[in-house]
């Protein structure tokens, strides 16, 4: 193998639809950038060895990690880690702790890739809380990004700028955005709305030199490109998110597929959700991933990898 190739470890025994739409994603995934990525993929050999000859891929394209358990998506994400050492996702981690894989990405249990995140690969600074990242369509051609989509409901002030933070970077390294604008999502954009966590955030993001504060933003802004990054609690987050997916959904039911902007809110052309804040690059998939999103999830994980982005977290945290 190449030494210089970026190697992406890819969980095969996670998702509804494993693991099928993972390997064929993942041959996908070889086909298109064999020269720049290669796959590792971990799950039960023998099962991944019977599917790869059965859609006609061949087995020595891949390094192949045996991983004969399975974490159900019902699991409970830390007793699975103790009980279940052997899965897919818990060898993911080993091997991304260990340096033998470059990046992780698995559309399982998301608790457990979370969780796996904090503990084996580390924070990027040791009282930071990660963010889930997710992208934001919007109607002038350069999407956004939103965090946290979902991983902490309770959020104190300086952990909203943590977020802010975390997105700058990502927004810089990946989105090539020289000057990101940062909109704190409100309910009013006078710095006096909201409840007592929003007053105390914005009031830390306009004191804050190394970010491009643009104040309050309003659900309404959130697809007009007002702001490059929206930062908001992992329970607004979540909620956005899982109401731009309905959008998707209504769309299609109404005659919109063909329509470039609804087209945006595809969960397939992103991948999956970076976890930002920990010290490797690792990201969640969507339980219900088809093999374009795990492609798109391989994508966007070695461009993690290249870019450098979790060096780059480590270094604008610090001094926050």
């Known amino acids: 193998m190449n030494n210089n190739l970026i190697r992406v470890g890819v969980d095969i025994m996670g998702g509804d639809f494993s693991p ?4 064929k994603g993942c041959l996908m995934a070889h086909q298109l950038w064999n020269n720049t990525i290669h796959l590792v993929l971990i799950g039960d050999e023998q099962l991944i060895l019977s599917k790869i000859q059965e859609f006609e891929g061949n087995p020595s394209d891949f390094t192949i990690v045996h991983a004969p358990d399975k974490m159900a998506m019902s699991s409970s994400p830390v007793k699975s880690f103790a009980e279940k050492p052997h899965s897919s996702i818990a060898t993911g981690f080993e091997l991304l702790k260990s340096g033998n894989i470059d990046g992780f990405t698995s559309a399982g249990n998301s608790g457990a890739m979370l969780v796996g995140s904090y503990l084996k690969v580390g924070l990027s ?8 990242l997710t992208i934001l369509p919007n109607q002038n051609g350069q999407d956004g990004i939103l965090l946290d989509a979902g991983v ?17 970077t990502y927004a810089q390294t990946i989105l090539k955005i020289n000057k990101p604008r940062v909109g704190l999502v409100n309910i009013g954009e006078e710095p006096e709305k909201g409840n007592q966590l929003s007053i105390a955030a914005h009031k830390l993001m306009a004191e804050y030199p190394n970010i491009h504060f643009i104040g309050n933003i309003e659900g309404r802004d959130l697809f007009d490109g007002k702001a490059d990054v929206a930062v908001c609690s992992g329970f607004v987050g979540n909620v956005i998110l899982k109401l731009s997916e309905k959008f998707y959904e209504l769309a299609l039911q109404r005659g919109g597929a063909n329509d470039p902007f609804y087209a ?39 461009e993690m990898v290249k870019s450098g982005l979790s060096e780059k977290i480590k270094e604008s945290v610090q001094h926050a």
Do not use: W
Not at 271 to 290: A, D, F, T
């Open 20 to 23: 099928d739409a993972p390997l």
């Open 125 to 132: 600074r040791d009282d930071l809380r990660p963010g889930l």
């Open 152 to 168: 902490n409901a309770d959020c104190k002030p300086e952990n909203l700028l943590d977020f802010a933070i975390l997105g700058t």
């Open 264 to 302: 945006k809110f595809n969960y397939e052309m992103h991948g999956g959700s970076p976890v930002l804040g920990v010290n490797k690059p690792v990201v969640v998939g969507h339980g219900i991933s088809s093999p374009l999103a795990i492609q798109n999830m391989i994508r966007l994980t070695a």
